[in-house]
């Protein structure tokens, strides 16, 4: 009897350390922290240079935890690092479903989150950006997840601050597994070195070992609202649909990590295909492209060595109707394209030749434009028939004309219209001043243009 009696003591007495070593560590949870930050680490990060720390936690393990001071570093690829702060990070969960697989958290909030990235080192061009895995990622699901103030810092790989985002405020679900998905359902983020306020970010965007997959994502940036569909694979094929009102080409560019190089802005739908080396556009398009204003324009284009080959164009073009082909140069951040084609109700007054002013016109035919933006250079070459140039009808005429900053040099106007020849060229300056020549031959006077009111009618 006595040694069941020391027995039921023992019990008590162990019962009772362990009551209170779990008042003393919910009283005091910063004297756990360091340790569940180490098995946190070493169960999820190990080998990959990267660290996790926690300060503080409060409420119950069982059920709803408040974590305080989170700190997450990461070692990521080809040099890139990311540091993640977080004030207070708040889960809600029942106590069975962290035993579970996938791991079942009902919900996340954030509040105070500071994000600072550093990109690694570029990729060479054509090669394939392949994902690494520096760390396991649980399997993992969780039904709401809430991001309040939180800020982020992108720099490049030598520091360079790249991209701010001042205020980054988000709501939406994660589920980790096989791959990672990420759906959408709300959003406002101030993206302030692009000076846009993003809003309502919708969609599913999924993260696997082959390829980013966007899936009904939509979202609108001040005046802007844009969609796309498809996927990025890691090897570089690419694969989407996109479709916004009031985008502007370096929306694009961002959402797709590509550069285009030329300023374009308007109602789009883009299907666009790619290899590491090179994309192909299926476009439809409203709006402006450099200084021309496209209504209803068809085209279809390959990006390859920074050229961006345009091998089909239909479109009204500064109110010309226009179908051909041409190309943009790219290269050396100096945007230089030509456009060759058939053209109609061609009026060199709307801006045709950009900022010089012209005289009303209206024709048709073949046309050729070559421009040159850093140095303001346009040169036109056209043959048109049926139309007028100011008080001129003609049945045929020849153009040929270049014009930069300064003005206008009109190279060459061969205008023919029955009997009458009249040859033009001289130079023209922004003021409207005019030097030139008008050559002049008519084997007979009475064939002259009506239009110019000379009285001879034999």
């Known amino acids: 009897m006595a040694w069941k009696g020391k027995k039921r003591w023992s019990l008590i007495i162990a019962w009772f350390l362990f009551l209170a070593i779990v008042w003393v560590l919910g009283t005091h949870p910063a004297l756990m922290m360091p340790y569940v930050s180490k098995l946190a680490t070493n169960h999820f990060l190990r080998g990959s240079g990267s660290n996790l720390t926690v300060k503080n936690w409060s409420g119950s393990l069982l059920g709803d935890l408040e974590l305080h001071g989170v700190d997450l570093t990461l070692q990521l690829e080809r ?23 996938p791991v079942r958290i009902s919900g996340v909030h954030a509040k105070g989150v500071e994000l600072y990235a550093i990109r690694g080192t570029p990729v060479a061009p054509g090669n394939a950006t ?47 597994d096989d791959e990672i998905v990420i759906e959408s359902t709300d959003s406002k ?18 993260y696997n070992n082959s390829a980013i997959v966007f899936s009904g994502v939509s979202v609108h940036a001040d005046s802007t609202s844009f969609e796309i569909d498809g996927q990025r694979l890691h090897t570089g094929e690419l694969d989407v649909t996109v479709a916004g009102k ?44 450099e200084n021309y204003e496209l209504n209803g324009m068809h085209g279809k284009c ?59 016109s209206n024709c048709n035919g073949s046309v050729l434009i070559k421009r040159r933006n850093s140095s303001n250079e346009t ?43 009249l ?13 030139g020549q008008l050559i002049a031959n008519s084997t007979n006077l009475s064939s002259l243009p009506a239009e110019w009111g000379v009285p001879i009618t034999s």
């Not at 997840?145 to 800020?151: M, N």
């Not at 560019?253 to 300023?263: A, C, H, P, V």
């Not at 456009?339 to 030749?353: P, T, W």
Request: proline letters at 3%.
């Open 379 to 421: 040169f036109v070459e056209a043959k048109v028939a049926d139309g007028f140039i100011s008080v001129l009808p003609f049945e045929t005429c020849d153009v040929n004309i270049y014009a930069n900053s300064d003005g206008v040099d009109i190279r060459g106007l061969d205008i023919q219209y029955n009997d009458l020849s």
């Open 189 to 206: 983020i101030n993206y302030a070195s692009r000076n846009t306020l993003l809003r309502n970010l919708s969609g599913t965007v999924k």
């Open 79 to 101: 040099g890139a690092s990311a540091n993640i702060s977080v004030d207070t990070l708040s889960l809600q969960y029942g106590f069975l479903d962290l035993i579970r697989q």
């Open 130 to 176: 392949l994902p690494s895995n520096p760390f396991k990622m649980p399997r993992l699901a969780i039904g709401t997840v809430s991001i309040d103030r939180a800020s982020i810092a992108l720099s490049d790989s030598k520091g360079r601050l790249q991209q701010s985002i001042p205020e980054f405020n988000w709501a939406g679900s994660i589920v980790v």
């Open 246 to 289: 009031h985008i502007a080409i370096q929306d694009i560019e961002e959402l797709l990590d590509i550069t285009l190089g030329f300023k374009a802005s308007g109602d789009a739908d883009f299907a666009i295909t790619g290899r590491p080396d090179s994309l192909a556009m299926d476009i439809h398009y409203d709006g402006v492209i």
């Open 423 to 435: 040859t033009l060229s001289g130079f023209a300056d922004t003021t409207g001043y005019f030097d």
């Open 302 to 360: 390959i990006l390859k060595n920074e050229i961006l080959e345009w091998t089909e164009i239909n479109t009204v073009v500064n109110g010309a109707e226009f179908a051909g082909v041409g190309f943009f140069d790219l290269s050396n951040n100096d945007l230089y394209f030509e456009l060759e084609g058939d053209a109609s109700n061609i009026n060199v007054a709307e801006n045709i030749v950009p900022g010089v002013a012209l005289p009303e």
